[in-house]
């Protein structure tokens, strides 16, 4: 059994900053790629960001590239996702997710996070 975990969401004036953490408990973290993706009203769930294992390769999607990052802190089954420069289409519900290949797609993450709300008033 995997638990993930994400917290560190809010609302934030746009040009703000947000740090999301994701802690992981169980199997999904050793050895597993590590994503957030994020899923505003309306809208499909999108890929934001992911990290490898153990942590030296990431990926970003092209509109939040230069103003997000993604980290892994393996001692504490931890990603983060540093958000700066916030806008207010970067309002939505973020999850985090693990998968065990370096991918985008949402479909080929097994374990999922109950998300977390970020809302960027402009």
């Known amino acids: 059994q995997s638990e993930l975990m994400a917290s560190g969401g809010g609302s934030v004036q746009a040009g703000g900053s947000l740090r999301l953490s994701c802690t992981a408990s169980g199997r999904a973290f050793e050895g597993y790629i590590w994503g957030w993706f994020r899923q505003a009203p309306g809208k499909k769930r999108e890929f934001v960001a992911r990290?490898?294992?153990?942590?030296?390769?990431?990926a970003y999607a092209d509109d939040v590239k230069d103003r997000f990052t993604i980290t892994r802190d393996n001692s504490k089954t931890t990603v983060y996702l540093q958000m700066n420069a916030l806008k207010a289409e970067d309002t939505a519900v973020y999850f985090c997710?693990?998968?065990?290949?370096?991918?985008?797609?949402?479909?080929?993450?097994?374990?999922w996070g109950p998300g977390t709300q970020v809302t960027v008033s402009s």
């Open positions: 997710a693990s998968a065990p290949i370096g991918t985008n797609d949402p479909g080929q993450y097994a374990y």
């Open positions: 990290i490898n294992w153990p942590g030296e390769t990431t």
